[in-house]
């Protein structure tokens, strides 16, 4: 299949490369000249702008970074959506509001393409591997014509729906445990240390223990590496976050535990650390109490 | 060995069966007649009052609801401490602040015993099965006396310090992150619901992602089931996030994340679930937005 992947971060490049892997025609689409080159290094095209794409595209794979990016390229002025052909589907896996969605299906639908609702979760290692779990909804005929691109690029697709809007709120619970259980995570383990406890060991504990998470057990490593390199940024949390407590407002729906890991995760952006890992939103509690990160030197 | 049992709940009586199991003499404790009885079918023997125990026992398991009890079965009017052997092991796998746990190693080495701080995890499914895990902290003789009963209850013993309190830090960190896991499991699987996703759909997808937890996957089958049978109640996450709350603010540490949990419990307490199971801190969502929780008529 001819495909194009707009937004080549750490999830879209890992997508595109799987999908070359696999034999699909891919031109990518990023306005930093590294990915592009990296992208055409792994045997793609890649163009700078949407509007740049190629006319005769199959299915479309959307991996930016909120719904006002989704918007832009591909209704805005250098937007994608009029060379793309009648029929062909764009597979929306930005993390976005459930509502955000549903818009986008309805302008999509009105101009002829198909629409998948696809968040995806599984992180840079899922998105490199190609094992990706897609939290889908939409109508049948785009789940068809999308499957070549999500086999390529996932372990695991749910059809949780035959609408757009589902997909993303499931999506959205997934990031409101996520986003909790890291700041959680980071709770725990300063105050372990503010107790004297061992940080390695309290982890191994804890790996074995009913306080067990994913997330602890695949973030908790960065903190006693003292390595702050994003694997996934505070900021993203930041937004995710956001995203969650914007649409629980909007249901007049209370959730005080995500409100609070939101102003921790906002409380690690204010000490600079946006645009590290985000399982450093840790730095809050090393601010506060003066606790010792393990690996600082 | 000889081995009492303090505290016939829950884990205590898995503890006691597994040590008659084993082929250890084995003696209860308990005030109340049912759970004598049934040690007493299993194989042991049973008192109702601490001072009636054995004056010959070699190790003692105490495993009451919370450190107040823990004084009173040990050094109250009617303790058992005064007929315990020199060099008798008395191993305290209550849930208490590490401060408490210090305090009673002072008063048991006083009177001529060993201490371990040995806190338990695994539930009632761990304590069944003899498979529990155990976070022990204490002085080595306490460890090798204690060896036969931790072996007979245990699949794994956490050597964490020469002294106790470390073994309490680790438990208090743990019950941190156990009772924020299943707080958020039910804020999460409440907005998922009040979202329009279904319940049994959210729970199967969740538990591949990134947004999984221990707890997500022990807890919410309770819910999807509408069985509010106590496996853990609410009130044991109101006594150990206080526990947490407690020696936080002892420590002038900040948890924010575990305060608000907390309040949710006391909330579920409040509306009358405290007996309930802990799962069942997601009627406070159901008070206060009306969502429908599964499998209720």
Redesign the interface.
């Known amino acids: 299949m001819k495909v194009g992947v707009i937004g080549l971060g750490t999830m879209g490049m890992g997508a595109a490369v799987n999908l070359v892997k696999k034999g699909h025609r891919v031109t990518g689409c990023d306005l930093r000249p590294a990915v592009r080159e990296a992208l055409a290094a792994a045997g793609g095209a890649a163009v700078e702008r949407p509007d740049a794409l190629p006319a005769d595209l199959d299915a479309l794979l959307v991996l930016v970074v909120n719904a006002a990016q989704e918007q832009e390229v591909l209704f805005g002025a250098e937007g994608c959506v009029p060379r793309l052909p009648q029929g062909a589907v764009v597979i929306c896996s930005t993390t976005v509001a459930?509502e955000a969605a549903r818009g986008l299906e309805r302008q999509l639908t009105a101009a002829g393409l198909l629409m998948l609702d696809a968040p995806v979760?599984?992180?840079r290692a899922g998105a490199d591997a190609g094992t990706m779990?897609v939290?889908g909804s939409g109508a049948p005929a785009a789940f068809d014509r999308a499957a070549p691109v999500l086999e390529a690029i996932a372990a695991?697709v749910?059809r949780?729906g035959d609408a757009a809007?589902?997909g993303s709120?499931?999506k959205?619970?997934?990031?409101?445990?996520?986003g909790?259980?890291i700041?959680?995570?980071a709770?725990?383990?300063?105050?372990?240390i503010?107790?004297?406890?061992d940080p390695q060991?309290?982890y191994d504990?804890?790996c074995?223990?009913?306080?067990?998470?994913?997330?602890?057990q695949?973030r908790v490593p960065h903190i006693l590496a003292g390595d702050d390199t994003p694997l996934s940024a505070v900021n993203i949390f930041v937004k995710d976050l956001g995203i969650?407590l914007d649409?629980?407002r909007a249901?007049?729906?209370?959730?005080?535990?995500?409100a609070?890991?939101h102003?921790?995760f906002l409380g690690a952006a204010a000490l600079g650390n946006g645009a590290k890992d985000d399982a450093f939103v840790i730095r809050v509690?090393e601010a506060?109490?003066g606790i010792a990160l393990p690996g600082q030197t």
Request: aromatic share 8%; glycine share 8%.
């Open positions: 459930p979760s599984g992180g779990t939290m695991k749910w949780l809007g589902i709120t499931v959205m619970v997934n990031q409101l445990l996520a909790v259980h700041a959680v995570a709770e725990a383990l300063a105050l372990g503010r107790a004297g406890a060991t309290l504990v804890i074995t223990s009913a306080g067990s998470s994913w997330m602890w695949n969650v649409q629980a249901l007049a729906f209370p959730a005080p535990i995500a609070t890991a102003q921790l509690w506060l109490t």
